[in-house]
């Protein structure tokens, strides 16, 4: 075949076939699925699921976004996504394990809201924390947190005895029990856990005090996933540049900076050694960093 006919063929059979086969691709509906929240109530997903929309959208490609069948917590849904299996994407906090398991899009999606910490007690207990000056004087009181959190290596790594439970639930009864005198809880967590009706009565905010350490929460994706990685990623970059994910943000979690007072709290500071090298902390267009009046290293 002479390379006239070759052209030919070309623009006859091979184009259109290749035509064909990227616009079906193009027009390929992307499924997503993600874990399901504990209740209907638990309202910590909505920005997490927002950003994510926010992100497909900006990306114009055609998908789905629905929740697991079945409740996974955040250990369980972790374990899924590396296996593969019921959902394939997750945000959480990282560290060197978890990004070594899974495939971290290194966009912290709460601007490292996740490392700012104020604390659940119980009516019992609160008034113990408004005579704390120190970190010495908070580590005396013992905070509860998740086995498999990073949360949890980080307060052990920094002197605290941490009260461990399976799963957020019972870390409610052990504090509720007393067994536990706190439990740190993200700032973007911890308003539409007190709204939601589910934490017991005796379960309140403490107002005085609060923990930072560098951090970040990122949507992960299986390892054999970098396309859905490239997919999410070039939606948030494109959120970033036009100020939408700014916009998102801030209408989210403006009035709980409000509720919350940061400015008047006292500040402590901890290291965290579990946080991975690759963590953009000098991109400042990501973070957000609310200032404290007293900040205590």
Known sequence: MDFGQSLKYFFRILLPLWLLMAGQVHAALWSITYPRPISENDMRTEYPVALLTLALEKTGVKYSLLPSERILLQGKALRRLKENREVNVVWSM???????????????????????????????????????????????????????????????????????????????????????????????????????????????????????????????????????????????????????????????????????DLDNRKIFILNNPALPDATPLDESALWHKPSGTSVNN
């Open 94 to 260: 990282t560290d060197v394990q978890r990004e070594k398991d899974l495939l971290p899009i290194r966009i912290p999606i709460a601007k490292g809201l996740i490392g700012w910490r104020v604390f659940l007690s119980t009516k019992g207990q609160v008034d113990n924390f408004g005579q704390i000056t120190s970190k010495s004087g908070l580590r005396a009181q013992t905070p509860v947190q998740g086995e498999e959190w990073p949360d949890t290596k980080i307060l052990q790594a920094n002197g605290f005895n941490v009260f461990t439970v399976p799963d957020y639930l019972d870390a409610i009864e052990i504090l509720q029990s007393q067994q536990a005198s706190f439990f740190p809880r993200s700032v973007i967590e911890v308003i539409s856990e007190l709204e939601s009706g589910g934490l017991p009565a005796d379960i309140v905010l403490e107002k005085h005090l609060a923990l930072y350490y560098p951090t970040a929460m990122y949507f992960f994706v299986n390892r054999g996933n970098p396309t859905l990685a490239r997919l999410i990623r070039t939606g948030l970059e494109r959120a970033i540049e036009d100020g939408s994910f700014d916009a998102l943000f801030d209408s989210s979690y403006q009035e709980t900076f409000k509720q919350l």
